[in-house]
């Protein structure tokens, strides 16, 4: 499997190139939104019902990484020539190729993933694969809304876990 890492001043420059975009693009309408807690699951919640059986000496790390790589207050995206651009808050970018070979993304040196892109002309999809999860965040518009559909598959989790997040165009 090939890794590309892209540097941040290229993310940044794809991010802002289709930002501001208020027409439908690969079935996202490319933007900034926030976080609308009233119209959302409680993620954090999610994820301690989700690691309440995992033995006391793994839980608290398993938790803390989990919370971390979901811990999302404002979304920036773009779709524009074959590429989904990403920045969650003020985290490194990411820019990936729809249905390309994934990216190695960096959080915080604790938590690396390879990043994957599908696109089915309503729904973009990103799958973030590290060393003890996998997460697929699945991106849908709905008027000013972008509705997230997360889904996190863990071999120390009898089921997958799953919540929605959604998130308020405000540009």
């Not at 892209?6 to 933007?31: D, E, F, H």
């Not at 809304?145 to 799953?162: G, H």
């Amino acid at each position: 499997m090939r890794h590309h890492t892209l540097s941040a001043a290229i993310a940044v420059a794809v991010l802002s190139s289709a930002s501001g975009s208020a027409s439908p693009v690969q079935g996202v309408v490319s933007g900034i939104y926030e976080l609308d807690t009233a119209r959302s699951d409680n993620a954090f919640k999610v994820i301690d019902s989700a690691t309440a059986t995992i033995s006391d000496d793994k839980r608290p790390r398993v938790r803390m990484r989990l919370r971390k790589s979901i811990a999302v207050n404002r979304i920036r995206i773009s779709t524009a020539g074959g590429r989904v651009g990403l920045a969650y808050d003020a985290k490194t970018p990411i820019i990936v190729w729809i249905g390309g070979d994934p990216i190695t993304w960096k959080l915080i040196p604790e938590l690396v993933f390879d990043v994957s892109v599908k696109d089915d002309g309503r729904t973009v999809a990103l799958t973030f694969r590290g060393d003890d999860s996998e997460r697929t965040s699945e991106y849908h518009s709905v008027g000013q809304y972008l509705v997230e559909n997360t889904t996190i598959i863990s071999p120390l989790f009898s089921t997958p876990t799953a919540y929605k997040q959604v998130y308020k165009n405000i540009r």
